[in-house]
Nanobody
Framework: VRLVESGGGLVQAGGSRRLSCVAS????????MAWFRQAPGKEREFVAA????????YYADSVKGRFTISRGNAKNTVYLQMNSLKPEDTAVYYC??????????????????WGQGTQVTVSS
């Protein structure tokens, strides 16, 4: 499956941004999806994940209550709504997919497919 992210850009602290990730190919509903991010000089970290059906979600503590992951299976798209953004949210955000996994995964190694990333910059 091929993943293409969009929606990144420059936003002021306290603002909102919605990222989208469109997946090509069939059977999108069989893939669990996630968002990761990588800030300059830091390792890539888990942000949020959603199960195949969309019934279960999981968030990193750093974004819980501010970010919401969702998916539109009819559009082969997963979203990340980011509210109350902080300068420390500045990073390249990556969409990831894993086929037919029941339990939500937070480790990078669990995901088989990755997008190219989209830059989000939060100014103070």
């Amino acid at each position: 499956v091929r993943l293409v992210e969009s929606g990144g850009g420059l936003v002021q602290a306290g603002g909102s941004r919605r990222l989208s990730c469109v997946a090509s190919g069939q059977s999108f509903i069989t893939y669990s999806m996630a968002w990761f991010r990588q800030a300059p000089g830091k390792e890539r970290e888990f942000v949020a994940a959603i199960r195949r059906s969309g019934g279960s979600t999981y968030y990193a503590d750093s974004v819980k209550g501010r970010f919401t992951i969702s998916r539109g299976n009819a559009k082969n798209t997963v979203y990340l709504q980011m509210n109350s953004l902080k300068p420390e949210d500045t990073a390249v955000y990556y969409c990831a997919a894993v086929y037919n996994r029941v339990i939500i995964a937070t480790m990078q190694s669990s995901y088989n497919y990755w997008g190219q990333g989209t830059q989000v910059t939060v100014s103070s």
